[in-house]
């Protein structure tokens, strides 16, 4: 399995709290991404980094920030927390090689009330 | 707008049977193809890419790609009772192939 880690791997908060998550890999794989899945929708990609301090937005960027200050690590911050935020959030990595696939994290389910 | 079709389903197929899952997908420019599978409450797994077409085989999985008519399927061989699970098809974006378009998936339920 690729390495990959999602911390918390659940959280419940308020609205308008800020909010982050964290994905940490061991690949050394220099393309991660933030998805979130919900019913209905499927995955939609929130940001993407094709590198440290490269990142660029998704389709369903708004309300999200992030950062990438080191290859591994790749962190989503909700900077005031909405219930429509409330998802199943996935990190993915990828060599960033043409053609080549995702592979995720375990995700993360943020619940916001 | 770029997208991936997939029938949702639920897909009912017996033990033993082959199931046939299939997707299509508008950008004409994308050339790799890929199926996930989810388990309820898990991540996406990949079990299958091509990049060409016609047919690509593993284990008890085949993937057929058919470029002209922009249609992708899976076939599952044998279906055992794990292999109940939503299957994603998800397609290279032409105009950035680091980023995919996802289809909503299909659920297969194998009955034995």
């Known amino acids: 399995d690729a390495g990959i880690t999602q911390s918390p791997r659940h959280k419940v908060t308020e609205t308008g709290t800020p909010v982050t998550l964290r994905c940490h890999q061991t690949?050394?794989?220099?393309?991660m991404y933030w998805y979130r899945q919900d019913p209905g929708h499927g995955l939609r990609l929130i940001h993407y980094?094709?590198?440290?301090?490269?990142?660029d937005k998704g389709e369903v960027s708004d309300g999200y920030s992030v950062s990438r200050s080191k290859t591994e690590d790749f962190l989503l911050t909700l900077e005031s927390a909405t219930s429509s935020q409330t998802s199943v959030y996935f990190c993915?990595?990828?060599?960033?090689?043409?053609?080549?696939?995702?592979?995720f994290g375990d995700g993360t389910r943020l619940s916001i009330l | 707008q770029k997208e991936v079709e997939q029938n949702s389903g639920p897909l009912s197929v017996p033990e033993g049977a082959i199931a046939s899952l299939n997707c299509t997908y508008s950008d004409r420019g994308s050339q790799s193809f890929f199926w996930y599978r989810q388990y309820s409450g898990k991540s996406p797994e990949l079990i299958m890419f091509?990049?060409s077409n016609g047919d690509k085989e593993d284990g008890r999985f085949t993937a057929q790609l058919n470029k002209a008519s922009q249609y992708v399927s899976l076939l599952i061989r044998d279906s055992q009772p794990s292999d109940s699970a939503t299957y994603l098809c998800a397609v290279n974006d032409a105009g950035n192939n680091r980023k995919l378009i996802w289809g909503l998936g299909t659920s297969l339920a194998v009955n034995p």
């Open positions: 980094s094709y590198g440290v301090k490269d990142t």
């Open positions: 690949e050394n794989h220099r393309y």
């Open positions: 091509i990049y």
């Open positions: 993915a990595i990828s060599d960033g090689r043409d053609n080549q696939p995702q592979h």
